[in-house]
């Protein structure tokens, strides 16, 4: 038997799909937008969770944790970006109610043996 390559070359998600994958957009882009840029603001210094644990001041304060956060900021700016063009390379509009896309050729069908 010949492996069958089963990556259909075009995946249509339902609207439910889309909706959870833009919500994930969103959330990965807000998430990496506030690590990005909040480190550096004046607020950092004075938010409650530097005071929560002192024995973590100095690295609460040093430049390079928090040019780590805005690493970690820019890759989620990053993953969030990759998902919008993931997004639109696989969008189109979904089949009408009832149309199921084509079977594939009966050659390339599995055939299961016991």
Known sequence: MHPV??????VRHAWYH???IFLFIIVCF???????????TSQ????????????????????YFRGAL????LLNIYISLGEVS??????????????RPPLPPADK??????
């Open 5 to 10: 390559n089963e990556a259909p070359a075009h």
């Open 18 to 20: 889309k909706l959870g």
């Open 30 to 40: 807000e998430v990496g937008a506030f690590l990005t840029v909040f480190p550096w």
């Open 44 to 63: 950092w210094d004075t938010n409650s969770v530097a005071s929560l644990f002192p024995w973590l001041r100095d690295l609460w304060a040093s430049s």
């Open 70 to 73: 805005s690493g970690l900021g």
């Open 86 to 99: 993931r997004l639109r390379r696989s969008g189109g509009s979904n089949p009408p109610p009832g149309e």
């Open 109 to 114: 069908l599995k055939v299961s043996t016991l």
